[in-house]
């Protein structure tokens, strides 16, 4: 039987240098002592020995014992906390420790354990069967042995390849993970994240519902997901990149019972290929889009233009006398220069979405992109134009704002810019033909001299031009208060009584002549002209109506068109109040008109301004009613006070049984709301015979007047107190 356990010692024996496994027996009892050492020795073992608990700290200390027994009451110092002192050195944290005691209470054995005792032998000792126990034990810590230093190679390649394992039990929600789950994670070793509830918590609230939602999905598909996420760091303000990977345990009933998964932190591949992205599709010295990222854009652009019909425009930018800056002050000049030149240009452009593109496009990708090619050339592409003449204004402005002179160290520069454009598809319907055309106009325009812009297409660059200098003439007349206010009279139709005036802008061009405001009205509203233009109507009518009133005139209300940019970009409520307040006008006589399309734009905040409106006092009034598309459902909602009914079913009022069905709706409408209605373009007697049959309120039009200027409508006002106007209609 002793042959046995030896060799069986020999089996477990730990793998080191040592010929027999070491075993430190601590007792007082010399003859326990010799008994004990003549069993252990003949089965294999080496045994080392002490008498007290001091004695068996040093002896461990000196020899690292593979196994100790360790009696439990002894003098000196006892077992227990022998035991206690053995478990805080290093070594002594997973040695196995049979504890020999003849106390019996479950007190002592529970105190055994607590210190840290591997298991007990209670005496008498059986020293035949000692060896035995010895043997087990000694098999079981190579057991533990062997699982810790697996654990600790898994923990080590986990860290390594920044990898952990985690468990969620889906019916308790309790969340089990590795080492290296928390230390992805950024959690202390003393925070604790029991459940997965507290994991999702973890994440970026921006990602946070896609991982639950992924992960519920997968439960419930009985299917394998990944998901990258991020989280922020706990050691500064960094954000890291995670990502998760995870399967449902399912048994065969096809229950799910478990999620069983990994975790990785990326952070650094994702900003390796971050930085791989960036050199393949930005330039290094300014960090704009390159050629690469550019080509891909103008093709996408150009994808998007053939959906939805649209234009867009190419600007092939070159500086002028560039070369000299970096010959005379050296290329860290010159890339401190370029530098500069593309942040103005990244600012005009956007700035310039209110002239050239839809800043409200649902397509993200849709927006301009300024790109250098290398050297001192630039591209510009604008996503989306109205027309030809928007990149024109576009040019204009880069040409200005480059050449305000650069401060370059010590040296102020100055350089200008060369600019060729060309705009799809009338110059080219491929993105190399668009390219190439925008390059060879920009060769033309240096030709014709440098700082300056030119179209691929003459005729556009012409009309462009042409248009350029309206602009500009608009611009001087608004300026110098050269435009015209005239006045259309607005008729009761029931009494023939002079009801109210709307005012409207003319424009008399020294060298055109008349402007049409069908041709400068839309080209203030892509410039932004109309915002001075509309305060500059809004206060030459209002204090107009004032002085007519201040000279005997019956008070009358005064309708002045408001657009929609001058609705959306503008203060309106402060523009309202500073000309009431400066004419002096009573409120009540002021009616703004605004189209039922601009309201639907955004029926909230129409809804919002309109009541700002209405509380300062005044009336608002929906123009061109009948014109735009699910009105009807939000009409009930607006705080307005008249419909205009659109001329466009007034005209064919005669002759067209839709448009009186139409007309007859709209005011039978409008009464049940309460709403005055007023007809536009009533030019004949038969409409407005038909008009005043449908109990239409008030008439505008040709039939009663054209719009007038002041000394003109002074003197037809003056004519029809001696001439009613009601006689001209019939009344």
């Excluded at 928007?390 to 370059?408: G, H, K, L, N």
């Excluded at 905040?605 to 209405?614: A, E, P, Q, T, V």
């Excluded at 009948?626 to 009409?635: A, D, I, K, V």
């Amino acid at each position: 039987m002793l042959e046995a356990v030896t060799q069986a010692v020999q089996m477990v024996m730990p793998n080191t240098q040592r010929d027999r496994p070491i075993v430190l027996h601590v007792d007082d009892d010399i003859a326990s002592l010799m008994m004990a050492e003549g069993a252990l020795e003949d089965a294999g073992f080496e045994v080392v020995q002490a008498a007290d608990g001091i004695q068996a700290i040093a002896s461990f200390k000196e020899h690292e014992p593979d196994l100790i027994i360790m009696d439990a009451v002894m003098p000196v110092m006892d077992g227990f906390e022998a035991i206690s002192g053995i478990r805080q050195l290093m070594s002594g944290a997973h040695v196995p420790i049979l504890m020999i005691t003849g106390l019996d209470d479950l007190d002592s054995i529970t105190r055994a354990y607590d210190e840290g005792a591997t298991d007990f032998l209670t005496k008498p000792i059986n020293f035949f069967i000692l060896p035995h126990r010895v043997q087990y034990m000694l098999r079981s810590k190579l057991t533990a042995d062997a699982l810790r230093s697996s654990q600790a190679k898994l923990d080590n390649a986990q860290r390594i390849a920044r990898l952990g394992n985690w468990e969620w039990c889906l019916a308790s929600n309790h969340l089990s993970w590795s080492r290296e789950f928390g230390r992805v994670l950024g959690l202390q070793q003393d925070d604790t994240m029991d459940t997965w509830v507290e994991f999702l918590d973890r994440i970026e609230e921006s990602d946070r519902h896609n991982v639950r939602l992924i992960a519920e999905q997968s439960v419930e598909e009985r299917q394998p997901f990944n998901i990258e996420f991020s989280t922020p760091s706990l050691n500064d303000d960094s954000v890291r990149r995670i990502r998760l990977e995870a399967e449902p345990h399912c048994p065969d009933d096809g229950h799910c019972t478990h999620m069983l998964g990994t975790i990785q932190d990326i952070t650094e591949r994702t900003n390796a290929q971050r930085q791989i992205h960036n050199l393949a599709y930005y330039d290094l010295v300014t960090g704009l889009p390159n050629r690469a990222q550019l080509n891909e854009q103008l093709r996408y652009t150009l994808k998007l233009a053939r959906r939805n019909d649209a234009k867009f425009a190419v600007l092939f930018l070159d500086l002028d006398h560039f070369k000299q800056v970096n010959d005379t002050l050296g290329h860290d000049a010159g890339d401190d220069l370029l530098k500069q030149v593309s942040a103005r240009l990244t600012g005009v452009v956007r700035d310039s979405d209110m002239v050239s593109g839809n800043n409200d496009t649902e397509e993200p990708d849709s927006q301009h992109t300024v790109a250098r090619l290398g050297g001192d050339e630039f591209v510009v592409l604008l996503g989306q134009v109205n027309r030809a003449e928007d990149a024109a204004r576009v040019a204009e402005r880069i040409a200005q704002t480059i050449s305000v002179p650069y401060q370059i160290g010590s040296n102020t520069v100055s350089v200008t810019t060369t600019i060729g454009i060309s705009v799809f598809p009338s110059d080219g319907v491929t993105p190399e033909a668009l390219m190439k055309n925008a390059d060879v106009a920009m060769y033309h325009a240096k030709e014709s001299g440098r700082n300056g812009y030119q179209f691929y297409s003459r005729e556009i660059h012409e009309q462009a031009l042409e248009r350029f200098s309206l602009e500009g003439d608009l611009r001087s007349a608004i300026e110098n208060e050269e435009l015209t206010v005239v006045y259309q009279p607005k008729l009761d139709m029931t009494t023939g009584a002079l009801s109210g005036m709307e005012a409207l802008v003319r424009w008399y061009h020294p060298s055109k002549g008349n402007v049409s405001p069908t041709e400068f009205i839309p080209l203030a509203e892509e410039t932004g002209l109309i915002l001075p233009l509309g305060r500059w109507v809004l206060s030459h009518a209002c204090e107009q109506m004032q002085r007519w009133i201040d000279a005997g005139m019956a008070p009358m209300s005064i309708a002045v068109n408001c657009s929609s940019v001058q609705f959306t970009h503008s203060d309106m409520i402060e523009d309202i109040n500073q000309a009431i307040g400066h004419s002096g006008l009573d409120p009540r006589l002021l009616e703004i008109e605004l189209t039922e399309s601009l309201l639907l734009q955004d029926i909230e905040k129409g809804i919002k301004i309109l009541r700002s409106m209405k509380a300062l006092g005044i009336q608002v009034a929906i123009d061109d009613f009948g014109t735009g598309f699910s009105s009807l459902s939000y009409l009930k909602r607006l705080p307005v006070d008249k419909l205009k009914i659109d001329r466009s079913f007034v005209k064919d009022l005669c002759i067209d049984p839709g448009d009186v069905a139409i007309v007859s709706a709209i005011i039978t409408l409008s009464h049940n709301l309460h709403l005055t209605v007023v007809a536009e373009g009533v030019e004949t007697q038969q409409q407005f015979d038909i008009l005043r049959g449908f109990d239409c309120n008030e008439a505008q039009g040709y039939l009663i007047s054209h719009p007038m200027a002041v000394d003109e409508l002074e003197q037809w006002m003056a004519n029809n107190a001696t001439t009613p106007v009601k006689k001209a209609v019939g009344l």
